[in-house]
């Protein structure tokens, strides 16, 4: 009997045991000990919880907990907390949060799916109107607070996904949103400026307010509320209540304490089939790094697609098979303001401190044939190396869903470090209600088959698999 | 001064006149001859004119004359028939169908653009009541006739592409529509018969009736109208208007006669630059024949993006470039009944009989997240080779256009022959509101795995460029 501890019930986590449970049934015990009352939440679908389109919590788990314990046969552990994991003893020690009550798990393989925390200082969180969105308990808290008439004016503190995802919520809800970030484009961890520039002129027809380049030092308040933010250059700005979106960092302390390594992104150092430095320890999600497959660089990138698969390749190696995880192009999605952006691979700036020689071409163009009602606009960006013809990233939005299908053909080919011509030549398929006959990726390729002159030549004719004469 | 004569104005033809003189503007006289009043007609859209989706024929044409003539610098010639090219002697005839006028052009190259006709019996469609729909005259003609009351009952002989769309179409105008197809399935060259099959359930919730496995023999009728069509088994069916679609063949015989090679598809042969087996003459679109970069093998496949695209790269060699067309995965896609439909890659026949030892994977789900109202179901099929791991296609329907999508993300992994783990690994991306964690596409490649047992391993590890440690 194989005996498997997974901590944390995250997508991650579950996954992980799922998949280890349906490999190898009586033969393993798994035991996921998970801190909260739930496991397998869509921490993705909190900002629509907030505005309720997600209706209830229970709307916010993929599966039921009967669908784990009962059917897949995993034990589940809810609220405990594990304390302390000792690889060479191969043991951990737990404490159940409700009764205190302490016990040891002794185990082959452990399975860190410890996840990530927002960033946020303490001392702001004192305050009873200030939230971090990062949970099941968090939105629960965000929306009953939010939803109270006595609230006029939401800051929004940090303008990533989370943040711009809740600000488009809660102004859904009538309230009055001003969102502070510190960088001069909001999402500027996603898109490039220009783009991020389309999205922002959308927010503000929807009434949202920015406040950008200025950074939050503090957060004043008296009476255990706050109730204002103090920005760089000293500006107060009032608010009834407060969202601190500053990003997340991974939950590593426990596996720190293990003596499991860390690597460069700060979070937990694996190898592509999902093991730690320590053999007997596997890490998953949120809490492990991966790697870019386009640079090659070893990255932190805590998002649910990648959370699960990690979970899916780890659970079968454990279970004896042989599986690998090759690491992500950074395809990264959102919706807010009715438009669905999404981007994959490099941001031009980044690219170009890379070394690459970047040409860009962006666009905007009908999603459909003109004569089929040529359906709303999309803005689409691609990325490539001058030197080589090699595609670096793209960036897209639009009212039209087809924003997040196109790019996902982008990520498709980065997976496969194709060039520019691998673009214009992709047999994507054409139907006049669903897109042009030249659409919009193809074009693309055109403007940057432009740019490139004759140099991509030689990329195209080694990477194809044409055997035509 | 460079002379390019290029015989047809569809969209190959077009594009080729085009790209030549965007290269070489005033370096290059190009002359397009057309024996319709039309360039750049859109005939994937001539459906949506019989149930005035599509309103004029104006709005079929890609860009009127003028951007053509006026804009881009190129000579069109209108109801012009080129009526023999000499190779040798670089030049070719012509006459002008309104005056009878014959004339003379010497060319440096020349351009066969020539694209498809309706396969048809000569003695059927000498009834007033019998149409073909491949060009937009025939579109006109056929909605004309459509729309009068008089007309109950219209009989569609065949269910290809073009069969099933005009179906559709015309049953939206209120007529009944019976399908008669010599195959046991619709679709049966684009969809596997279990895909087939659910289009068929739902064009019956339309209205359409179907004769499957039934040959047209011939069709019957007195005082210039067509009454019936004759079955393989003697049988009878009434109709009031009819509607050939038995598919399309290359217009090849002014290209024979010229001396140039014809292929074993019956299309004209053609290198991977679009060159013809002469020197001085190029074949592009419909007419040409292409490459399967899956197979190896030459097909003929007569689609509009295809076409675009070789004509770009026609225009581009022509021009002294150096550009290729490697071939096509056959991506095909459709709309009817409310459905989008799509594939790509070999049918699972095919694949057997090409010696594949075949897997698949067929499943329903939600295209979005339940917590986000789901989204309607999607039928997905993917086929792999069990020896190799390698994709071989996929087909699938939905009323959401993201069944296109997702057809055309494996598409562009056919491009790259990859394996059901690259599949696995793609680096879509997720949003709550337009897929799910668990990609369809990704559940697909996880079924695939469980079939192909451990096999593919050794192909994932050389395939992914992961440099991870």
Not at 104 to 131: I, M, Q, S
Not at 227 to 239: A, C, P, W
Not at 439 to 462: K, M, Y
Request: hydrophobic content about 45%.
């Amino acid at each position: 009997m194989l005996r498997v501890a997974v901590i944390g019930g995250g997508a991650a986590g579950m996954a992980t045991a799922s998949r280890v449970k349906r490999l190898l049934r009586d033969r393993a015990e798994v035991v996921v000990f998970e801190k909260t009352p739930w496991v397998s939440f869509a921490l993705c679908g909190t900002p629509y919880y907030l505005s309720c389109k997600v209706k209830t919590l229970n709307d916010l788990l993929h599966y039921p907990l009967e669908e784990f314990t009962e059917k897949r046969g995993i034990n589940v552990m809810l609220r405990t907390e594990v304390t302390d994991v000792e690889l060479d003893a191969r043991r951990l020690r737990y404490r159940r949060l409700d009764t205190g009550e302490t016990g040891v798990y002794e185990f082959d393989y452990v399975v860190f799916a410890t996840g990530a925390r927002p960033r946020a200082p303490k001392n702001w969180l004192r305050f009873r109107n200030v939230f971090t969105l990062h949970s099941l308990a968090d939105a629960d808290r965000l929306r009953e607070a939010v939803v109270r008439d006595s609230v006029r004016r939401v800051i929004v503190i940090g303008a990533g996904y989370t943040g711009i995802e809740a600000a488009d919520n809660i102004a859904l809800l009538g309230r009055r949103v001003v969102i502070v970030h510190s960088s001069k484009r909001i999402l500027s961890r996603s898109l490039d400026p220009d783009i991020a520039e389309k999205v922002e002129e959308r927010a503000k027809t929807a009434g949202i307010e920015f406040v950008l380049g200025r950074s939050v030092v503090d957060v004043e308040g008296s009476e255990g509320y706050a109730r204002s933010v103090v920005l760089d250059n000293g500006e107060k700005m009032y608010g009834d209540l407060f969202v601190v979106s500053m990003g997340i960092e991974p939950n590593v302390e426990l596996a720190r304490r293990a003596g499991v390594r860390i690597g460069g992104t700060g979070a937990i150092w694996v190898d592509t089939r999902l093991r730690t430095s320590r053999e007997e320890a596997y890490a998953v999600g949120d809490v492990a790094e991966t790697v870019d497959i386009l640079t090659g660089e070893r990255i932190w990138w805590p998002f649910a697609t990648a959370a699960n698969k990690m979970g899916f390749v780890a659970g079968t190696n454990i279970a004896g098979g042989d599986a690998f995880f090759p690491g992500v192009v950074r395809t990264r999605a959102m919706g807010a303001f009715g438009l669905y952006i999404a981007g994959t691979g490099l941001l031009e700036e980044e690219a170009r401190r890379m070394g690459f020689d970047v040409v860009t071409a962006t666009l905007t163009a009908h999603t459909r044939a003109r004569y089929m009602g040529h359906g709303p606009e999309i803005v689409l960006k691609v990325l490539a190396d001058a030197n080589t013809g090699m595609l670096l990233g793209a960036q897209a939005l639009s009212e039209d869903p087809s924003a997040f299908w196109r790019i996902a053909v982008v990520a498709t080919l980065l997976m496969k470090k194709a060039s520019v011509w691998d673009l214009f030549n992709a047999d994507i398929g054409y139907w006049p209600g669903v897109n042009t006959v030249w659409d919009p990726l193809v074009v693309a390729a055109r403007l940057l088959l432009r740019r490139l002159g004759t140099r991509p030549r030689e990329v195209s004719r080694q990477d194809t698999g044409s055997k035509g004469a």
